[in-house]
């Protein structure tokens, strides 16, 4: 009696592609072990777009994570140099006062428009202090709490007249820097907001490119 022949695994004796099966199973290759072969193939192509996904969703939240932790460092940095310049035992700007008014007075002359005074200079300036304030608030807070930015800025900016008010007799505490200061906040505020935005995006794009990566692999035919 002749031996029995094993024929070799075709395509019709797996449920998996033809391709995976010419790829990855010789056809000296024992049967079983072709199918376990096989098997695990078609796992590792069926997990494959969810670990994309899971890495596109991981970049994200490292993006978020990167941004919180700068924030954090920049606002120790910021909240020092804020105390710093409004507690000054005198005027943070006496020693440029003069050269600064001569500056004013020269480009009034040379055609620069009435209202680039000192006091706009000073009330700019006020503003431009305030903006990381709005922004650092916003950013670590989260953008549900964005009012945070202005009202912060507010609170703080009341805080530090009050202190100047009491504790400090050679300077001078005004109203019109608390408008000032609260401005800078809203416009940090809005520049926070759009710091969010741009994350938003980078993430939006991040998972589109991996959807029509996964959309665009072959489908596996059963």
Do not use: K
Not at 36 to 50: G, L, S, V, W
Not at 59 to 83: E, F, G, K, P
Not at 177 to 199: C, E, H, K, R, Y
């Amino acid at each position: 009696m002749s031996p029995i022949r094993r024929r070799a695994p075709s395509t019709r004796d797996s449920p998996y592609t033809a391709v995976q099966t010419r790829s990855t199973c010789s056809p000296a290759a024992p049967f079983a072990a072709c199918i376990i072969h096989c098997r695990c193939t078609a796992t590792r192509n069926e997990t494959m777009p969810a670990t994309l996904l899971h890495a596109a969703r991981r970049h994200a939240i490292l993006d978020r994570l990167a941004v919180h932790r700068a924030a954090l460092l920049l606002s120790v940095l910021y909240a020092v140099a804020l105390a710093l310049i409004a507690f000054w035992p005198t005027p943070v700007d006496r020693a440029g006062h003069d050269t600064l008014q001569r500056s004013l007075a020269w480009l009034q002359v040379h055609g620069a428009p009435g209202w680039l005074t000192y006091g706009m200079v000073e009330f700019a300036s006020n503003i431009v202090l305030f903006i990381p304030a709005g922004l650092l608030v916003v950013v670590l807070a989260g953008a549900r709490f964005w009012w945070l930015g202005p009202v912060g800025g507010l609170l703080g900016s009341a805080a530090i007249e009050l202190g100047q008010l009491v504790l400090l007799p050679a300077r001078t505490a005004s109203a019109r820097d608390i408008v000032a200061n609260t401005s800078g906040a809203i416009i940090g505020t809005v520049l926070a907001l759009l710091v969010f935005g741009v994350l938003a995006l980078r993430s939006s794009r991040r998972m589109r490119r991996v959807t029509a990566s996964i959309n665009a692999r072959p489908a596996r035919v059963r």
